[in-house]
Every structure is written in structure tokens, then in C-alpha cells.
């Protein structure tokens, strides 16, 4: 398990683009963490250490964002999704088959069908507004 703790949003990219280094295609990354906590920061800053040049933002109102690379990085936000049509329909199994490497917001609706090997994000909000701690299980290194 890794902890950090990031003082700005910069400082979460900059995390996150460490890990990137980390992730091979299939790699699912579940974010856990409530409204405002930088999840789509923490992708913004995977993309970049994925070499993906793109403009990473919530995929709240199209359920998912494909951000291209090799491998492809795949943006969801699972926050409306309720059942397992929900999730299939979103398109989750067919990217993890292809060998993309999913950012998934709001990982807690889809808990049963994170596959084995998911690297989980937690992101808490702490009591100074900017800062965060950042824990990530299953890597154990940046």
C-alpha cells in the first residue's frame, strides 16, 4: 500500500503521473472518494504519464471518456449506474477485453464485478480545503 499526501491539485497530477508508469493495458484503477475529492484530477495526471494528450475531464454526463493511447485510457463515472444492464450497456467489459486501462469514479456501484488485481484509489478530503491523502493498494511502488 502507498500513501501520500498531496497539498494541491498539481501535487495529485504529479502522483498520479508516477503511477501511470506503473500500469499495463487491462490495469482497472477504482477510485474511491466522495464528491470534489480529485478523481478526475488523479486520471488527469494518468493520462499525462500515459503519454495521452488529451483533455481529461468527468465523464458524469456521458458515462465514459476514451482518451485514445496505446494502451487507451478509458475515463467512467459509475455514479448512476445501478444494475448490471447499466454496466454492461456503459461498455465496461468490452474496453477491459480489449486491454485498456480503466479510471473508474464512483467504483463503489460496480464493487462485485471490480476484477481481481484492480488497483484501488482512495482519495479523502482533509480539513484544509486543497489537501488530500491519497491511498493506493495493489501497487507497492511508485
Excluded at 500500469?23 to 504519464?49: C, E, N, Y
Excluded at 475515463?75 to 465496461?92: A, I, N, P, Q, R
Excluded at 456501484?109 to 476484477?115: D, F, R, T
Aim: aromatic residues 10%; hydrophobic residues 40%.
Amino acid at each position: 500500500m502507498i500513501s501520500f499526501v498531496s497539498q494541491c491539485t498539481a501535487d495529485t497530477e504529479a502522483f498520479a503521473e508516477k503511477i501511470a508508469k506503473k500500469l499495463t493495458g487491462g490495469t482497472v484503477i477504482a477510485f474511491f472518494g466522495g464528491l470534489g475529492a480529485g478523481k478526475t484530477s488523479f486520471t488527469r495526471g494518468i493520462a499525462r504519464g500515459m503519454g495521452i494528450k488529451a483533455d481529461v475531464s468527468s465523464p458524469t454526463f456521458a458515462i465514459v471518456n476514451d482518451y485514445g493511447g496505446k494502451p487507451p485510457l478509458v475515463h467512467f463515472d459509475m455514479y448512476k449506474v445501478e444494475t448490471w444492464d447499466d454496466l454492461y450497456s456503459s461498455g465496461f467489459f468490452d474496453y477491459l477485453d480489449m486491454g485498456a486501462v480503466l479510471a473508474v469514479e464512483w467504483s463503489e456501484n460496480i464493487e462485485n464485478a471490480l476484477p481481481e488485481g484492480t488497483v484501488r484509489v482512495t482519495i479523502e478530503k482533509c480539513e484544509d480545503e486543497n489537501k488530500r491523502i491519497i491511498t493506493v493498494e495493489g501497487l507497492d511502488t511508485v
